[in-house]
């Protein structure tokens, strides 16, 4: 069991390196600014979270009306619940759990994300809204990133607001992909559609 535990790690790794070694440029003049985490009340902080955008990667590309569910252990970890549809609203729901552990002195706002044992990856909250209705999650090299909201529905509005925060971030914003949480959405501009290789 120990044997293909190290395998998969390995497996995951270079698939990793190998998504983000195909990446183009990030043409953002702040690309190279480091990511700063900001502090959240973690209590405050858990519950529902729906995936309203993200950059496509392999392992969420193709996922629809996905979100994610926190919960606040008694010791301090986080229970990290993962839902998706793949390929399809009526495709079975998908379910995949991850354990984080907020990192010491970081006010609760960056994460160590354990995938399987023994990989690990570092999650930071880079913008919370005062009412804790949307927040925004990255990737220290700026490869991967999320917009959440409490609810499915963000209205365009609020989503260009939180991809200018992006931008400002030094992200690339053209990258991201809105994530169809409602069936009419698959194919419109600016969602992804399955099987799409963006």
């Known amino acids: 069991m120990r044997r293909f535990a190290c ?14 070694s195909a990446e183009p440029p990030n043409p953002n003049p702040r690309a190279s600014v480091p990511l700063q985490s900001v502090p959240v009340d973690l209590p405050r902080y858990m ?3 729906y995936i309203i955008a993200n950059i496509p990667y392999f392992a969420e590309r193709d996922f629809v009306n996905s979100y994610a569910e926190w919960k606040l252990r008694p010791d ?13 609203f009526n495709a079975p729901l998908k379910h995949y759990q991850f354990l984080d552990t ?13 995938v399987f044992w023994p990989v690990r990856f570092t999650q930071l909250t880079l913008y919370v809204d005062p009412d804790y209705r ?19 529905d963000m209205s ?4 260009h607001a939180m991809l200018a925060k992006l931008d400002a971030l030094g992200y690339d914003t053209s990258r991201f992909k809105r994530v169809p949480q409602r069936p009419e959405q698959i194919g419109m501009p600016g969602f992804a559609s399955p099987g799409d290789k963006n």
């Open 102 to 114: 907020p990192v010491p002195g970081s006010g609760g706002g960056q994460w160590s994300v354990q």
């Open 7 to 20: 395998v998969a790690a390995a497996v995951f790794l270079l698939s990793m390196l190998n998504a983000c």
């Open 76 to 88: 301090g970890k986080i229970e990290d619940s993962y839902f998706a549809h793949k390929g399809s």
């Open 156 to 159: 365009d509005d609020t989503y």
């Open 134 to 152: 949307y927040t925004i999650l990255g990737y220290p090299g700026k490869t991967l990133g999320w917009i959440f909201s409490r609810d499915p």
């Open 47 to 49: 519950g529902r979270w």
